[in-house]
């Protein structure tokens, strides 16, 4: 079964709305999330890694404002996108795990985000 | 930087056919490498996970080889089928706390 949990799957919303998309470890504490963007028929592009307890560490060229995470506890990383645009529609995953050599990273299903 | 590279882009093969993916890194200095399946619309998968010390894994009709000192890793697919189509990415780790780098990925078509 999943052990990352993510929800929503898939938002539609209009355009200056903001959406919070949560990711959650079912079976084990992560204090480390990664959060990823993905394009139509592209790779995953990692855009910040969420921290649990403190900031979360951005990529170069993602907008910190825009894209906002909240790590709070060891099992749920939230990520919220203010004032979503149109050109904010895209795949978001997200993954947690992978603390030890031999332990796979897990990912969510995605959500699907769609601004009109 | 880390660079990953995926080849090919694309495959298609009958049924029942073996194959092999590829993938290759550019900096062998490695935590561990992991294979995912992509199906269209969804997250991803983890197929199998090779740790930096490690040559192979398997897993049923998989199996996984790393040749850190060439950056190249293959993912080997016995007796195709088509439930096997997805796109399949690998990931290359730094370090424990490491972000992993992702190649672009294969997508694998196998006809009935």
């Known amino acids: 079964g999943a052990v990352v949990s993510q929800h929503p799957s898939w938002v539609i919303c209009k355009s200056g709305t903001s959406v919070k998309i949560e990711c959650r470890s079912l079976?084990?504490?992560?204090?480390?999330m990664f959060w990823y963007r993905q394009f139509p028929k592209q790779s995953l592009m990692l855009m910040a890694t969420?921290?649990?307890?403190?900031?979360?560490?951005?990529e170069q060229g993602v907008e910190k404002d825009k894209f906002l995470i909240n790590h709070a506890s060891l099992t749920l990383s939230t990520l919220t996108v203010t004032s979503a645009h149109p050109e904010d529609s895209s795949f978001y995953i997200c993954?947690?795990?992978?603390?030890?050599?031999?332990?796979?990273?897990?990912f969510g299903d995605g959500t699907r985000l769609s601004i009109l | 930087k880390q660079e990953v590279t995926q080849i090919p882009a694309a495959l298609s093969v009958p049924e029942g056919e073996n194959l092999v993916l590829n993938c290759s890194f550019t900096?062998?200095?490695?935590?561990?490498l992991q294979w995912f399946r992509q199906d269209p619309g969804k997250g991803l998968t983890s197929l199998l996970l090779?740790?930096?010390?490690?040559r192979e894994q398997t897993s049923g009709r998989l199996n996984a080889s790393l040749d850190k000192s060439s950056g190249r890793s293959t993912l080997y697919i016995a007796a195709s089928q088509p439930g096997d189509s997805a796109t399949y990415l690998c990931?290359?780790?730094?370090?424990?706390?490491?972000?992993?780098?992702f190649g672009d990925g294969t997508t694998l078509t196998v006809k009935p």
């Open positions: 993954s947690a795990g992978g603390a030890g050599s031999n332990q796979p990273q897990h």
């Open positions: 079976d084990f504490q992560a204090t480390t």
């Open positions: 969420s921290n649990e307890g403190s900031k979360a560490t951005y």
């Open positions: 900096d062998s200095a490695i935590y561990n």
């Open positions: 090779i740790q930096s010390s490690q």
């Open positions: 990931a290359v780790r730094p370090s424990n706390a490491g972000k992993s780098t």
